[in-house]
């Protein structure tokens, strides 16, 4: 949305605006003030869009004092996605130079995990706090891991996400392309679980998570209330040359 057109049209032109805590606009023509109501949450989210703007945030190598900043960020980020339920409690460690996070002062804003198996890695983490999405977080963390992998010697990178259209779409645009998907089922309830499970040892199933070749969509989906395509979107950096550098591809 953007920002200025939810305001009066007047309000937001006239110079001289103090805008009060009640979430007034107030100007002063002579010894008369007038006052034009706008909406609370309407001046937040063009102080939110005033704030990022002016706002400096780096990339830097994640420390460990990082670790409950990053697990609120990754919360967050996750909330309105498909993995809106994946919480994480305590930070996966993966090697050194693997780990960064895009900072405002003390605050993590983007975080990016990866991990690296020969010649090739996978993005094991990436969330961008949603009051700083579209601002090239994301972009800027994916660009510093490359390069480093790249340094390494790594030829390919891969990405395993879910149907979040956005996100989809961002891979897309970062050089990435669908390799291949299977299936993400949730048994939500006691009554899809004991289908998933039926009878076993004298227990009572009460919830599941499982996976599934793609070919079983169309049933999974009549049966089970979650269910998701899991998508592997994989990014080549390049050749191995005759010194063992790197080349783009032709």
């Not at 103090?18 to 002579?30: K, L, P, T």
């Not at 703007?53 to 980020?77: F, K, Q």
Request: net charge negative; hydrophobic share 40%; charged share 25%.
């Amino acid at each position: 949305m953007d920002s200025a057109r939810v305001l009066d049209e007047q309000t937001d032109q006239q110079p001289g605006l103090d805008r009060s805590a009640g979430g007034h606009a107030i100007q002063s023509r002579g010894q008369r003030p007038v006052c034009t109501k706008v909406q609370p949450a309407c001046w937040q989210l063009l102080l939110l869009a005033r704030m990022v703007g002016m706002t400096e945030w780096i990339v830097r190598d994640y420390a460990s004092a990082d670790e409950t900043r990053w697990l609120r960020c990754r919360v967050l980020a996750f909330l309105d996605t498909n993995y809106y339920d994946d919480v994480a409690t305590v930070k996966p460690r993966r090697e050194a130079g693997l780990e960064l996070v895009a900072t405002v002062g003390d605050q993590v804003i983007g975080l990016l995990d990866a991990s690296v198996t020969g010649s090739e890695s996978t993005i094991e983490t990436i969330a961008i706090h949603p009051d700083y999405r579209r601002l090239g977080v994301g972009r800027r963390l994916l660009e510093e891991i490359c390069d480093r992998l790249q340094r390494r010697g790594v030829v390919q990178v891969d990405a395993w996400t879910r149907d979040d259209e956005g996100t989809l779409a961002w891979y897309r645009s970062q050089g990435f392309e669908q390799e291949m998907r299977y299936l993400h089922v949730y048994a939500s309830d006691p009554a899809e679980a004991a289908l998933a499970f039926g009878a076993q040892m004298n227990l009572k199933p009460c919830a599941g998570f499982f996976h599934a070749w793609a070919e079983h969509e169309d049933g999974l989906r009549k049966q089970f209330s979650r269910v998701y395509s899991c998508r592997q979107f994989v990014k080549s950096l390049g050749r191995p040359s005759v010194d063992g550098s790197l080349t783009a591809w032709p």
